[in-house]
């Protein structure tokens, strides 16, 4: 079982996303990670589930959580730990949790412009059907990783 305490990146994407927290901690928000990297042979098995583009990678490319440069996450208040409203929860494959979705209460689309903003200010882009996920420029760089996470622990 993968420790719920870490989560891993590239250095590049991680350095960006240390930028994040620093400036959401300044309005007493933070973030909380729902999934960064993760091994190859997992995007298999989402794949044999799911078998549609539009929210799982296909094997053939891989994705960039599989190259360490692919994080989903949302904000969260620091002093309660709660999650801002973002109107639908993390990986939701409907229409309401595109960026494109506006029929929305005036707060979501506050906290969702929040993400954005912060995560692209500092150099992520935007996934257009997931308000949750955001990549590091041109992640196709990175080689696709299949390395079990009790391995990447012990790195630590």
């Known amino acids: 079982q993968a420790s719920t305490s870490h989560s ?6 991680a350095a960006a996303l240390k930028k994040v927290q620093e ?8 973030i909380k990670i729902f999934d960064a990297y993760r091994p190859y042979s997992v995007t298999v098995k989402f794949w ?4 549609d583009e539009r929210y799982v ?3 053939a490319k891989g994705s ?12 969260i208040q620091l002093k309660t730990g ?3 409203n973002m109107g639908t929860g993390f990986d939701n494959f409907s229409d309401t949790a595109h960026h494109t979705y506006t029929q929305l209460p005036e707060e979501v689309l506050q906290n969702r412009q929040l ?15 997931e308000w949750w996920h955001y990549s590091w420029p041109e992640a196709a760089r990175f080689e696709l990783l299949d390395i079990d996470f009790k391995k990447l622990a012990k790195e630590l």
């Open 23 to 30: 400036e959401l901690n300044e309005m007493g928000l933070g």
């Open 57 to 59: 990678a296909h094997p």
């Open 64 to 75: 960039g959580h599989n190259r360490g440069a692919a994080v989903d996450l949302s904000i």
């Open 8 to 13: 891993f990146l590239r250095e590049p994407a």
């Open 48 to 51: 044999e589930l799911v078998k």
């Open 82 to 84: 709660k999650e801002l």
């Open 115 to 129: 993400l954005r903003s912060t995560m692209e200010k500092n150099g992520f882009r935007t996934y257009s059907k």
